[in-house]
């Protein structure tokens, strides 16, 4: 029996990460045929029933604690990091590691971030197959990140999740081996995606009809968009405004959907608070879905709606997948690799990351530039007007990602030893 851990799969408290992780381990178990033991390095036992729920037949998910756990998680700086090093011969008991998530080994998050994640994979495969599986890497800035990184990860295998990141991959360290094309994971359907009395279930608890209703995901990520978070609430506040006197959208509700949770930006106190600050008439037709319900039902509020405007990649994954459009508020280079070069899609991405002077326009009459509402309201007038040529394209290039992701899959198992 093969032993695979999947990295980055620490909760369902993301709905994205989520989905990248139930694929995977649902793709797995069928591969195998129920002969593989698939780990995950969730946060803790209780969540083992979640995730199995959300998964087809008996899927045996198991947690897997590095050793030296907590001394690791009490540790800081570069104690913290010499922990982590040296508990890599834990791993020798998998057949492969599979290293899920989408950007974490960029400058994004930190700048430290890329470079310790990558020494750690470096150690790591020493004793079992590593696997970086739909990543989007860089772009890198930092001069120790482009010396060491191409040296740290030029003997582990990396599938890119986007063609932007994989022609950097290959400009930036000179042709690499092991380098692969590959494609989003979200971009799959969820094991239980096409089970209608789920679909039925979420809609009906929140009175939402397909297509009269457009869903709009508020970013807990707040500082990758604007310093000021008063300005950012500012501007959410205005494009709600906006939509509801929208001539398109008159007569459609807005469901506000919390996509994180914990750790991730509790979004759903964020939604609490827009809310409380809305005029009467228009708190009417909000719907505020401020609960963390299981990844299943996001990707079906997703999916059913008109329309997406997100600040969260993977809900506009999500509604891509189910043949809907998004208009994708982007702060880094995935949205350009995944959105606009493999889904082909890049009219319905919005640039506003770290762009204070974007939403600081909010309210002004007089900027040049016009303000994010507005840029909002161009993009939703342009999809009303191109509606159904827009989501049979969308359905086309979704079915393509869908198709190169399990592709991606397939190629990865190759690696088990």
């Not at 906006?242 to 106190?269: M, S």
């Not at 309210?363 to 040049?368: C, I, L, N, V």
Request: with cysteine.
């Amino acid at each position: 029996m093969k032993k695979i851990l999947l990295q980055y799969f620490p909760s369902l408290d993301n709905y994205g990460t989520a989905m990248m992780g139930l694929v995977t381990a649902q793709f797995l178990s069928d591969h195998f045929g129920g002969d593989v033991e698939i780990h995950a390095d969730l946060n803790s036992d209780e969540i083992i029933p979640e995730v199995t729920g959300e998964l087809r037949g008996s899927v045996p998910v198991r947690r897997f604690t590095p050793p030296r756990h907590q001394q690791i998680q009490r540790s800081r700086g570069l104690l913290r990091v010499f922990r982590q090093l040296s508990a890599a011969k834990g791993y020798g008991e998998f057949d492969l590691v599979l290293v899920l998530a989408g950007d974490g080994i960029s400058e994004y998050y930190g700048r430290w971030n890329a470079l310790v994640k990558s020494l750690i994979f470096y150690f790591q495969r020493f004793h079992c197959p590593v696997v970086l599986v739909g990543q989007t890497l860089g772009p890198f800035h930092l001069f120790r990140n482009r010396l060491l990184l191409p040296r740290l990860l030029r003997r582990i295998p990396v599938f890119t999740r986007d063609q932007w990141s994989h022609d950097y991959l290959q400009e930036e360290w000179q042709g690499k081996q092991n380098l692969h094309q590959g494609a989003d994971l979200a971009f799959c359907d969820l094991p239980l995606q096409h089970d209608r009395s789920i679909e039925r279930e979420i809609l009906e608890r929140y009175h939402l009809v397909p297509d009269r209703y457009v869903t709009v995901i508020v970013s807990g990520l707040v500082k990758q968009y604007c310093t000021d978070r008063r300005v950012y609430f500012r501007n959410w506040h205005e494009i709600l405004c906006r939509l509801a006197v929208h001539p398109r959208l008159r007569e459609k509700q807005i469901c506000l959907l919390a996509h994180t949770f914990a750790n991730y930006g509790d979004e759903g106190a964020i939604i609490a608070e827009l809310v409380a600050g809305l005029p009467e008439d228009l708190r009417q037709r909000v719907v505020p879905v401020t609960e963390r319900m299981l990844p299943t039902r996001a990707r079906c509020v997703l999916g059913n709606g008109y329309l997406t405007i997100t600040g969260r990649m993977h809900a506009s994954i999500s509604t891509f997948q189910m043949g809907k459009p998004a208009i994708v508020l982007s702060y880094s280079k995935k949205y350009e690799g995944i959105i606009g070069r493999n889904l082909n899609r890049p009219d319905l991405i919005l640039e506003a990351g770290r762009n204070d002077a974007l939403w600081e326009n909010c309210g002004s009459a007089r900027s040049p530039d016009g303000t994010l509402a507005d840029r909002i309201d161009e993009k939703v007038r342009y999809i009303c007007e191109n509606y159904d040529r827009l989501t049979g394209e969308i359905r086309k290039e979704a079915a393509v990602q869908k198709q190169q992701a399990e592709s991606m899959l397939q190629q990865c198992v190759a690696f088990v030893r």
